[in-house]
């Protein structure tokens, strides 16, 4: 690790050490090849191994195998990254999501299973990350002037209603409150973030949202006037680990493009 390495450029990445969950596909593949870009070493995990490893300019990420529903699993991945690279500075818990399900015939064991994998398994992994993090950062440590970070994707399905996710929007919403229960617990050696994402195009948005006609709708509809895209979550994970911004924890950065237009609006106009 060499974090403590003073860099002209305060984003810079060299020689930091990433671990990104849930990236080997979707918003975590990016997040993955843009902090290899930016020169970062990076360790990713997902439930199988993907045919092919984010890889940017011949450098690619390390993966590891694993399910981080289950708290052994989550605890190996974090020390695979500081085995792998020797240290630690930036965790992010990007692993989540959940198949639209009606709650009032959702089973029991896929609610169950939707609150491990967006609550649980963000806080198993962060609290070996911390482990880690503690002992790595802090006097008498390779940099002993920066913090660890570790940043949490959230949703604004946590600050709304989530109608067809419930569980999901339920689980977003407690793992906002356990960014600021950890942040107090763990600081000053560790800082604990997260991200409040809204509408975000991937390359599953048609999934979500229907033809691309109906994606311009969507898009339409927020005020930035277009979507958010993957790479304005990794900007955002790149600024909240960098020194830039060592003030800010126990907050949650929201990446909406100016939120939702209030329905009541179009009701009064009589679209």
């Known amino acids: 690790m060499s974090a403590a390495l003073p860099h002209a450029d305060p984003l810079d990445q060299t020689g930091r050490v990433v671990l990104v969950t849930g990236g080997s596909k979707g918003i975590g593949r990016v997040m993955v090849e843009r902090f290899l870009g930016w020169g970062a070493d990076v360790l990713t995990c997902g439930r199988s191994e993907p045919d092919n490893v984010p890889t940017v300019d011949g450098r690619a990420a390390a993966f590891v195998a694993a399910d981080l529903r289950d708290?052994?699993?989550?605890?190996?991945?974090?020390?695979?990254?500081?085995?792998?690279?020797?240290?630690?500075?930036?965790?992010?818990?990007?692993?989540?999501?959940?198949?639209?399900?009606?709650?009032?015939?959702?089973?029991?064991?896929?609610?169950?299973?939707?609150?491990?994998?967006?609550?649980?398994?963000?806080?198993?992994?962060?609290?070996?990350?911390?482990?880690?993090?503690?002992?790595?950062?802090?006097?008498?440590?390779?940099?002993?002037?920066?913090?660890?970070?570790?940043?949490?994707?959230?949703?604004?399905?946590?600050?709304?209603?989530?109608?067809?996710?419930?569980?999901?929007?339920?689980?977003?919403?407690?793992?906002?409150?356990?960014?600021?229960?950890?942040?107090?617990?763990?600081?000053?050696?560790?800082?604990?973030?997260?991200?409040?994402?809204?509408?975000?195009e991937t390359e599953q948005a048609h999934l979500h949202y229907g033809d691309d006609a109906a994606i311009e709708r969507v898009a339409a509809t927020v005020p930035a006037g277009r979507m958010g895209t993957p790479d304005d979550l990794a900007e955002a994970c790149r600024w909240l680990g960098s020194p830039l911004a060592s003030y800010v924890s126990g907050s949650a950065i929201w990446l909406h493009g100016g939120g939702e237009r209030p329905a009541f609006l179009d009701a009064v106009a009589g679209d």
């Open 71 to 200: 708290p052994d699993q989550a605890a190996a991945v974090v020390d695979a990254t500081v085995e792998r690279f020797g240290g630690l500075d930036l965790v992010v818990n990007n692993a989540g999501g959940a198949p639209a399900a009606e709650a009032a015939t959702a089973s029991p064991r896929f609610s169950e299973s939707i609150i491990r994998l967006n609550l649980l398994a963000p806080l198993h992994v962060a609290q070996r990350a911390n482990h880690h993090l503690q002992q790595l950062h802090g006097p008498g440590t390779p940099d002993p002037d920066g913090a660890g970070v570790i940043v949490n994707i959230a949703s604004v399905s946590a600050t709304r209603p989530s109608p067809g996710t419930a569980a999901y929007g339920a689980a977003k919403a407690g793992l906002l409150s356990l960014t600021q229960s950890l942040a107090v617990e763990w600081a000053p050696r560790v800082r604990v973030a997260a991200i409040v994402a809204g509408l975000i």
